[in-house]
Every structure is written in structure tokens, then in C-alpha cells.
T-cell receptor
Framework: GENVEQHPSTLSVQEGDSAVIKCTYSDSASNYFPWYKQELGKRPQLIIDIRSNVGEKKDQRIAVTLNKTAKHFSLHITETQPEDSAVYFCAARRGEGGKLIFGQGTELSVKP | GAVVSQHPSWVICKSGTSVKIECRSLDFQATTMFWYRQFPKQSLMLMATSNEGSKATYEQGVEKDKFLINHASLTLSTLTVTSAHPEDSSFYIC?????????????FGDGTRLSIL
């Protein structure tokens, strides 16, 4: 079945450093890849997404890259700030009506 | 502001009680809603896909008689945890699919923290 693997499970960086989180997916028909930020006890918040017809997308300090051949995509956060500390989830979806399959999550800690 | 409203946000009840959780799309019609369960420090696990006017589609390993889903209107889906036990304690989150939305195709509710004593 569909599967999304996410690494690392925890990541600690100094404020100002960059953070990279990587995901691989198994379903080659997946065509939509969102990234969510979830703070403790709250809803996941969409922070960036990418579709399979694009290789890279950037929004200020956040960027996502997609390698369809290798079936992996990555989240890059530059100039990290303490408020970036949260759990980040990647996900993959097939088609417009398909379900989201989530990765295991990465707990990011940005130390001031 | 929130486009998906989920209630209640927090429930504590005795073992054996049935608990109903509501998920409403506030300003769009949602023919499909999704129900997730999230245990502490774990990922969101899809439990079922709720389709308006038809039966829900349950993921493997999820008991349909235990987790009753009703999606009777285009703006409301409900999840009822029947005869809840302590192992059902979890964070339950719904999401609604917005086919016409350009910002994001799925909106999440705030979640319901269920604690069974």
C-alpha cells in the first residue's frame, strides 16, 4: 500500500541555521505533496506544497524540492527562528480526490 | 479564520460511554471529509473517508462498528466512538476537502482530545 517515510524524527538546530527534512513515498502515482506544521495540541497548518509538475517551490524562508524519479521530496527552512519549533509532517496524495498519507513527523527544535 | 469547525474540543468521559464528534465546513460544501486519529508524538493516521450521502470508507484495521461515521449533509460529518474504552483515548482530527478552494485542498479542524477514564 501507500507509504511515506520521513526523516529525521527529531532535529535540533541553532537559531539562524538551516533545517532540512526529507520524505520518500512509495506510490509513483502521487502528484501532490504538502508540508504541515503542527504545534502541540493544535491542528496541522499547511506551510507549503508542491505538485508533481514542479521541481522546486519557495516561499520566503521555506522551500520544497521534489525528485519524482527518486520519489523523494524535502523541506528546507533557512534562517531558523525559535518560533519554527514544532512538529513537521510531510504528506503525499494521488489525484485530486485521493487521501493524504502522512509521514511519521519530525520534531524540530530551534535553540536560541 | 477557521473554515472547519470541530466540536467538542475536549471530552472526558467514563469507559463504556459513546462520544460524538462533529465536523462542520463553515463556508464551503464538503462532499468528502476525513477523520484522523493521532496518538501522542505520532503521526496522523487516517481512520476513514466520509462521503456525503453514502457509506464511509474505512482504513484497514479500523472497526466500522466502533467508529460510526455519518455524513448526512454537505457541511456536517460526525464521528461517534461507541462504547469508548481507555485505549480509544486520543486526539481526533477531521478535515474537509474543498474542491473549489485554491489556497489548499484540505482544511483541518482544531481536533478533539478524547480522554476515557
Amino acid at each position: 500500500g501507500e507509504n511515506v517515510e520521513q526523516h529525521p524524527s527529531t532535529l535540533s538546530v541553532q537559531e539562524g541555521d538551516s533545517a532540512v527534512i526529507k520524505c520518500t513515498y512509495s506510490d509513483s502515482a502521487s502528484n501532490y505533496f504538502p508540508w504541515y506544521k503542527q504545534e502541540l495540541g493544535k491542528r496541522p497548518q499547511l506551510i507549503i506544497d508542491i505538485r508533481s509538475n514542479v521541481g522546486e517551490k519557495k516561499d520566503q524562508r521555506i522551500a520544497v524540492t521534489l525528485n519524482k524519479t527518486a520519489k523523494h521530496f524535502s523541506l528546507h527552512i533557512t534562517e531558523t527562528q525559535p518560533e519554527d519549533s514544532a512538529v513537521y509532517f510531510c504528506a503525499a496524495r494521488r489525484g485530486e480526490g485521493g487521501k493524504l498519507i502522512f509521514g511519521q513527523g519530525t520534531e524540530l527544535s530551534v535553540k536560541p | 479564520g477557521a473554515v472547519v469547525s470541530q466540536h467538542p474540543s475536549w471530552v472526558i468521559c467514563k469507559s463504556g460511554t459513546s462520544v460524538k464528534i462533529e465536523c462542520r465546513s463553515l463556508d464551503f460544501q464538503a462532499t468528502t471529509m476525513f477523520w484522523y486519529r493521532q496518538f501522542p508524538k505520532q503521526s496522523l493516521m487516517l481512520m476513514a473517508t466520509s462521503n456525503e450521502g453514502s457509506k464511509a470508507t474505512y482504513e484497514q484495521g479500523v472497526e466500522k462498528d466502533k467508529f460510526l461515521i455519518n455524513h448526512a449533509s454537505l457541511t456536517l460529518s460526525t464521528l461517534t466512538v461507541t462504547s469508548a474504552h481507555p485505549e480509544d483515548s486520543s486526539f481526533y482530527i477531521c478535515s474537509a476537502r474543498d474542491l473549489l478552494g485554491t489556497r489548499q485542498p484540505q482544511h483541518f479542524g482544531d481536533g478533539t482530545r478524547l480522554s476515557i477514564l
